[in-house]
């Protein structure tokens, strides 16, 4: 148990279809943050949320990308019109911890396949 | 903005020996360089951490370097074993941003018994 769930774990999709992936952190975290891995690569930053507010999005996000965290509490990330591109591990953090470190704690990600 | 180059991409070493993995980050302004292992199919997991006013910090078998003026990091682990083998990311913080972090591209380590 990483203290952040996703969900799901796996999605396949058509291209052009939607779709939203679901990240729950365990307990609060003030700072939410979305990476993008692809194979071989390490995770690359989307946005991220200090509790309601979304604060920075890169410019890896297009407009297709759209994230939201309600009440400050579980985040959702949605693709539209999904291109085989889009084909990823999406993973969520949450920032925060106690003691000799402190850092992110990610999920175990949704791995998308755009087909 | 921030880069972060890691090396070698692959490493295998022999259960017991030692592994060294290295970064360099283009920015003197970062100043938080964490190292994370992420096993198959899961989320990186943040291992050990160090922060520009310190030059090396331990935990048990593994160890992290910084030297500033060459603004490079290494990690180093001790008596490998095959719970060892993973892939390892570094990272940077962005420069006058802790919070968000540039990784390197990643070190596959395997440890034969």
Not at chain 1, 13 to 28: A, Y
Not at chain 2, 9 to 36: H, M, R
Not at chain 2, 46 to 72: C, F, M, P, Y
Request: hydrophobic residues 30%.
């Amino acid at each position: 148990d990483t203290g952040v769930s996703q969900n799901p774990r796996h999605k396949i999709t058509k291209r052009g279809q939607n779709v939203t992936f679901r990240c729950d952190p365990i307990s609060e975290h003030n700072r939410l943050y979305w990476y993008r891995q692809t194979l071989g690569q390490g995770p690359e930053f989307l946005t991220y949320f200090q509790n309601e507010a979304q604060l920075e999005k890169s410019r890896l996000l297009s407009d297709r990308f759209s994230a939201e965290r309600p009440k400050g509490s579980f985040s959702t990330l949605e693709i539209q019109r999904t291109e085989q591109g889009d084909s990823a591990m999406y993973l969520c953090a949450a920032l925060g911890g106690a003691g000799a470190i402190y850092g992110y704690t990610f999920g175990s990600g949704t791995r998308l396949t755009v087909v | 903005g921030e880069n972060v180059e890691q090396h070698p991409s692959t490493l295998s070493v022999q259960e017991g020996d030692s592994a060294v993995i290295k970064c360099t980050y283009s920015d003197s302004a970062s100043n938080y360089f964490p190292w994370y292992k992420q096993e198959l199919g899961k989320g990186p997991q943040l291992i050990i951490d160090i922060r520009s006013n310190v030059g090396e910090k331990k935990d048990q078998r593994i160890a992290v370097t910084l030297n500033k003026t060459a603004k490079h990091f290494s990690l180093h682990i001790t008596e490998t074993q095959p719970e060892d083998s993973a892939v390892y990311f570094c990272a940077a913080s962005e420069p006058y941003n802790t919070d968000k972090l540039i990784f390197g591209t990643g070190t596959r380590l395997q440890v034969f018994p």
